[in-house]
């Protein structure tokens, strides 16, 4: 897939990548970060920018107390990023009680078998808008990738939203077109339509968390 965005990049185009991931755990598993124009992290809480290295945090910490309360409440595996709380789709409802009996303003994002927790309001659509307002690029210039629950609040804005093969029915149903291969071979697959003629000057790119 890296020749696939070389290609694309020195045609011109732009790539943003928008992942659930924390930013540490990005770099480990995909060290070409510097093939992004930005990338935007933790399900929309933070931005990162792979040029100058700068991170914004877009979106509160989550707390101690929550955090200590999870874990009392058998919460593992657990991972708390700059915003993010990452666990698996299992303790879905001891998370959504806890939420509820200690008042906080915090909502459960899905993701296949995975669940994060993040402040309300931010997601993968609201840390892309700011991407874009950035690069001074409209939304229906975008062609949006996704595969999972959490996509649908981006690819909602792109102008042209894309599903890859492997996609949840969800997704594919709400998307404009689904590709004929799976996963990072779906991409490469828009890449070279892009290339092949079609009139879109930015590609997005969703990583699968």
């Avoid at 930005?38 to 700068?54: D, I, K, S």
């Avoid at 929550?66 to 789709?89: D, E």
């Avoid at 590709?179 to 969703?206: C, H, M, W």
Wanted: hydrophobic share 45%; aromatic share 4%.
């Amino acid at each position: 897939m890296l020749e696939a965005l070389a290609r694309f990049r020195a045609s011109g185009g732009r790539f943003i990548l928008v992942t659930g991931r924390e930013l540490e755990d990005l770099a480990k598993v995909a060290p070409e970060l510097t093939s992004f124009d930005f990338v935007v992290a933790e399900n929309g809480a933070v931005l990162y920018r792979p040029g100058g290295g700068q991170t914004q945090s877009m979106a509160s910490r989550p707390s101690d107390n929550f955090i200590a309360h999870l874990k009392q409440r058998g919460v593992q595996p657990l991972s708390v990023g700059q915003s993010i709380v990452a666990t698996i789709r299992p303790h879905a409802a001891v998370i959504a009680q806890t939420i509820a009996e200690m008042e906080l303003d915090l909502e459960i994002v899905l993701n296949r078998s995975a669940l994060m927790v993040l402040p309300r309001g931010v997601n993968k659509g609201t840390g892309l808008a700011l991407a874009l307002q950035e690069m001074h690029l409209p939304a229906e210039s975008v062609i949006g990738v996704g595969d999972a629950e959490n996509d649908a609040s981006f690819l909602s804005l792109c102008g042209t939203s894309v599903a890859v093969a492997n996609a949840i029915p969800a997704i594919k149903e709400a998307a404009d077109w689904t590709t004929d291969q799976d996963s990072g071979a779906g991409v490469v697959e828009i890449i070279n339509r892009v290339l092949a003629g079609d009139p879109y000057a930015t590609l997005f790119l969703k990583s699968r968390p």
